[in-house]
């Protein structure tokens, strides 16, 4: 193999990786921020004031 294909060959497997990096950052940030919004749904779902009195009559 020559110099050049070598160097070809390099660039191709640098090239791919970046790409592969780059996908794989995208789907944490996304996934990041699915994370986030059903935190939020879950604080914006809880009711603290239920449940905290209860009338009881014997």
């Given at each position: ?15 791919s990786t970046d ?14 921020d699915m994370g ?23």
């Amino acid at each position: 193999m020559d110099i050049a294909a070598l160097s070809m060959t390099m660039n191709q497997i640098n090239t791919s990786t970046d790409v592969g990096v780059a996908m794989l950052s995208k789907a944490l940030d996304t996934q990041e921020d699915m994370g986030a919004e059903m935190i939020k749904m879950m604080e914006q779902s809880v009711t603290p004031h239920i449940g905290a009195n209860i009338d009881v009559s014997v």
